[in-house]
Structure formats: structure tokens, C-alpha cells
């Protein structure tokens, strides 16, 4: 049993999807770095929108403007998070859209394949015919 794990394990489909997930979790973590610290500050600097900190308070003793100390005093629901994180789907997506287009562009296209000759007209057949049964008599 352990030997047929082992042959599971070290198939080179396994490791394949082994090192995509890490390389696609550490691809996520610099998305959300850029969301986060790059894109949403600007978006917040050209509207003075800060997606951060919209919740809603869910029950009356949420009373401060600040997600962090308004999670302190009671149930929020942070939508604004919902947001950030939204756009951090779109981006990764879209991102990954583009990475697979160049890669379908960089793989070799199939050569074509040789299709059957069209079949001729009966009246090339018929040509063809006449002049096999001349050769026959001439020879």
C-alpha cells in the first residue's frame, strides 16, 4: 500500500498541481498586497472612498465610525471587505485570463492535416479511362 501511495504521490500530475497551488497562493498574496496598498488608496485619494471601513452595525451597540473598534463593541458586517475582496477577484482573474492567452499564443499550433484529395469530375474520370485504354491498344 505505501509503495502504491508513493507512485500516486510522485506522478508528475500530482507534483505539477502541488507547485501551481503554491505558486498560486503566493500569486494571490501579491494581488492582495496590490489591491490593498496600491490600487484602493488611490481609488480612496480620488473619491475619498475607504472600503475598508464599510459596515454596517448589526445590533445598537455598535456605535464608532472604526471597523476594528466597531467589531470591539458588537456584530458588524463588513461589506467593505466584501468589496476589496471582489476586486481582488476580478484582478487575479483577469490576470490569469491574460497569462493564459500568451500561453496558448507561445504553444506551436497543430500542423494541418492533409486532407484527401477532392474527388474528380466524372468527366476527368471518363478522359482518364479513354486515354488508359489508348495506351492499351497502342502497346
Known amino acids: ?9 510522485l506522478k508528475g500530475n500530482v507534483v505539477d498541481l502541488a507547485i501551481g497551488v503554491i505558486i498560486g497562493a503566493a500569486f494571490g498574496r501579491i494581488v492582495d498586497s496590490l489591491v490593498t496598498d496600491i490600487i484602493m488608496p488611490f481609488i ?14 448589526l445590533n445598537s451597540g455598535v456605535t464608532s465610525p472604526i471597523l476594528s473598534e466597531a467589531r470591539k463593541q458588537g456584530a458588524v458586517l463588513a461589506y ?43 468527366d476527368v474520370v471518363l478522359l482518364g479511362e479513354i486515354r488508359d485504354l ?6
Open 1 to 9: 500500500m505505501l509503495e502504491e501511495f508513493k507512485k500516486f504521490a
Open 44 to 57: 480612496g485619494a480620488l473619491g475619498g472612498v475607504d472600503f475598508s471601513n464599510y459596515f454596517f452595525g
Open 80 to 122: 467593505g471587505n466584501f468589496v476589496t475582496v471582489a476586486i481582488n477577484f476580478l484582478i487575479i482573474a483577469f490576470v490569469l485570463f491574460l497569462v493564459v492567452k500568451g500561453i496558448n499564443k507561445l504553444q506551436k499550433k497543430p500542423a494541418p492535416v492533409d486532407e484527401a484529395p477532392a474527388p474528380k469530375a466524372e
Open 134 to 139: 489508348l495506351k492499351q491498344k497502342q502497346a
